[in-house]
Nanobody, 122 residues
């Protein structure tokens, strides 16, 4: 069973920055795309935030484009989400997962980790 460990969350003022890190047990990352997701307070579903392919191709949800940057270090099996110009609406628990492209869309493959809490004060 793959275990994800997300870290780097915290409390920050609006306009501030945080750097989230994701690691996984074993060789879970492999040649797969890795996605960051978030679940805001009171929301039942996780929202996809960003994704990076094995080769470094990136994609973002519109609401974070230009503010968030996803990167990966394949040698260290680590994926980082740099979050700048944070807004109160970015507050959520952030998670990572391996994403596989199945059919016409990406699907997260493994059980979710504990996530890391991001709180943004206005």
């Amino acid at each position: 069973q793959v275990q994800f460990v997300e870290s780097g969350g915290g409390l920050v003022q609006a306009g501030g920055s945080l750097r989230l890190s994701c690691s996984a047990s074993g060789s879970a990352f492999g040649d797969n795309a890795i996605g960051w997701y978030r679940q805001a307070p009171g929301k039942q579903r996780r929202e996809w935030v960003a994704r990076i392919s094995r080769d470094g191709a990136t994609s973002y949800v519109d609401s974070v484009k230009g503010r968030f940057t996803i990167s990966r270090d394949n040698a260290k099996n680590t994926v980082v989400l740099q979050m700048d110009s944070l807004k109160p609406e970015d507050a959520a628990v952030y998670y990572c997962n391996v994403d596989l492209f199945i059919g016409k869309s990406y699907t997260s493959q493994y059980s979710w980790g504990q996530g890391t809490q991001v709180t943004v004060s206005s």
